[in-house]
């Protein structure tokens, strides 16, 4: 008879040795992109042998970083609550939720094969909702009605990664960094006055 209890102890085990090893990729290769498995290993407090007993190859541990960035950009927007209060104020929700995921998103940026997955092509539970957000916010008369959806969703993530590079760059608090993020797509995307 198995026993159940040893069972669950051993998934929720390897369950926290794959969230480790995950963070510690998102982490090493946000940083430096050529790092290799045994960087991420070692930041993972694993062995390498560890390292690929779940993940035998780099492509498997980028296969699984990709699914994990997707699933964590769609928990962001659903925290941001978008379908709640008028669109600029929800924009700025999603932003915030956005901004602390800066390391995950740079390693994204800096590992373009994270993005050469099928995952990727298709549109998002997180596109879906921003496009509903910016047509309502059209429809309010608070978003730009010549911006388009999609091009609010490139202007979103073209400034949320200026400020997660001037973070890193130019020393500027994280804070601070947000503030210009938040300042810079509101002024974007505001509707016309008059």
Known sequence: MVD??????????RA?????????????????????????????????TTLHRYFPERADLLTALS??????????????????????????????EFFELGDILMCVFSQPELMNTPA????????????????RGHAEGTLDPALDPLWVQQ?????????WQHTRENSVSKHRALDLCLRSVRKVVAANPG
């Open 4 to 13: 159940r209890t040893s069972v669950d102890v051993e998934s929720r085990a």
């Open 16 to 48: 926290r040795t794959r969230r480790a090893i995950l963070d510690a990729a998102i982490t090493v290769l946000s940083q430096h992109s050529s790092a290799s498995l045994g960087d991420v290993a070692d930041a993972a407090g694993v062995g390498r």
């Open 67 to 96: 699914a994990d960035v997707l699933a964590q950009i769609d928990a962001a927007a659903e925290r941001a609550q978008l379908d709640r209060g008028p669109a600029p104020d929800a924009l700025d929700r999603l932003c915030q």
């Open 120 to 135: 990727w092509e298709e549109c998002s539970d997180a596109d879906r909702a921003l496009i509903r957000l910016v047509e």
């Open 155 to 163: 202007v979103l993530w073209s400034v949320l990664y200026a400020a």
